[in-house]
């Protein structure tokens, strides 16, 4: 028999703690290491929001905070499947987002870069997959902003997003980054990834999502961590 | 499948994931009140820093709290308190699957390409601590990191991320 539960952290594509090219990771990554423990109940169960009333907006960050008109910048539709690693889709799972305006600001109010907020873009939102599995949403894309890792360190556009899907073991945070962006192979928060997971954080270009004389689509599909194996009784 | 890489919270993530909590226009979906205080006699407050190799506190760390006995969840940062800590309230859990009571405890901030999970048990439960599972698997000389401090109002519970008294995380 082999033990119920999630599979653990892939460590083959999922970034280490210490990473010193990201130098706030020198002083906050745990110096020990982890305790394995056999997962429980404790562990495999977790927050459910399938009954939490979204707003009618909050799939839509192009229009969710508008005050006196469109946000600037070039809209962009963001569409896929989450998954779990077994290949399986998780319907009704939480999908949050938030992102940096077109200029590269956040409205966050420690983000101090000089470039200008949007007043009609907050840059916030979320969405609920479907019974499929699947999640849509629309906003601006982000721009690249300067950040103080290291000289003239600039962050490629990226999407950020945090999911939960069956319990706490399948708990994700991550980013979303475009295809051809020059500036990923200088970011040491993407190159923290070891190579065999990079290509899965960089979205794919869809024509097919793409929406004529209107937004640019974009496909990015998330798996999550999976059920560990469970053998076939053997008769 | 490959699993999709973590990566950082980063240090923006306030308006996204707690905005109600930062004052931002957005409603939030989670908070610190797994219980409303007002309406459940047994609430108790578990407060706590979070602290880095150089003991210094770190402002921009985002808790989240699994209480799987309650199955209530809650969520807060560490940017709004003046001394930089993260409250929540809710009750003491009963015990899930023999074990002691305890909390999980979600760990986000910049810093962080992945999240780092702990464990929360409580002083005042010596003898089902003594035979938890998970207790008995730490280092004797680590336990304490796992266990909160009774206060008169509640419990405090430190997390640091390395030093001396570095606080155990677990490979869930």
């Given at each position: 028999m082999s033990e119920l539960g999630t599979n653990l952290f892939d460590r083959d594509v999922q970034p280490p703690y210490l990473s010193p090219d990201y130098k706030s990771t020198v002083l906050r990554a745990p110096s020990k290491p982890l305790v394995v423990i056999r997962q429980s109940l404790s562990e495999l169960t977790g927050p459910v929001f399938g009954d939490i009333n979204l707003g009618a907006l909050d799939h839509d960050l192009t229009r969710n905070a508008r005050k006196n008109g469109e946000p600037m910048g070039e809209r962009i539709?963001?569409?896929?499947?989450?998954y779990d690693e077994n290949g399986r889709t998780i319907p009704n799972t939480l999908v949050e987002i938030w992102q940096a305006n077109a200029a590269g600001r956040y409205v966050h109010k420690v983000d101090q870069h000089d470039a200008?907020?949007?007043?009609?873009?907050?840059?916030?939102?979320?969405?609920?997959?479907?019974?499929n599995g699947y999640y849509k949403f629309y906003t601006i894309k982000p721009g690249a902003y300067p950040w103080g890792n290291h000289y003239n360190a600039w962050r490629p556009n990226h999407i950020h997003f945090s999911l939960f899907g069956p319990n706490i073991t399948t708990r994700l945070v991550t980013q979303m980054y475009f295809p051809g962006d020059p500036l990923l192979q200088h970011d040491p928060i993407f190159l923290g990834v070891p190579p065999k997971g990079r290509e899965l954080?960089?979205?794919?270009?869809?024509?097919?999502?793409?929406?004529p004389n209107f937004a640019l689509g974009y496909r990015f599909d998330f798996v999550l961590r999976g059920n560990k194996a469970t053998p076939f009784e053997t008769v | 499948m490959l699993q999709t890489p973590s990566q950082t919270v980063g240090p923006y993530f306030a308006y996204g994931l707690v905005p109600e909590q930062y004052l931002y226009d957005f409603k939030s979906l989670a908070d610190n009140q797994l219980v409303n205080p007002l309406d459940e006699p047994d609430a108790i407050t578990i407060s706590g820093q979070v602290f880095d190799a150089k003991g210094e506190l770190i402002p921009d760390?985002?808790?989240e709290i699994w209480d799987a006995y309650n199955r209530r969840f809650g969520r807060f940062g560490t940017g709004t308190d003046a001394q930089n800590r993260f409250v929540f309230h809710t009750v003491k859990p009963g015990p899930v699957d023999g074990q002691a009571p305890h909390l999980n405890v979600i760990i986000f901030m910049r810093g962080q390409l992945i999240?780092?999970?702990?464990?929360?048990y409580f002083p005042d439960e010596?003898?089902?601590?003594?035979?938890?599972?998970?207790?008995n698997q730490v280092p004797a000389d680590r336990r304490s990191t796992l266990i909160a401090r009774q206060t008169g109002s509640g419990y405090v519970f430190d997390i640091h991320m390395q030093g001396g008294h570095e606080t155990v995380f677990f490979d869930i």
């Open positions: 539709v963001v569409h896929g499947y989450v200008p907020l949007d007043p009609n873009f907050l840059g916030t939102g979320r969405v609920m997959t479907d019974a954080l960089i979205s794919c270009f869809d024509l097919g999502v793409t929406e | 760390a985002m808790i999240h780092t999970y702990t464990r929360l010596e003898a089902a601590n003594a035979q938890d599972a998970v207790l």
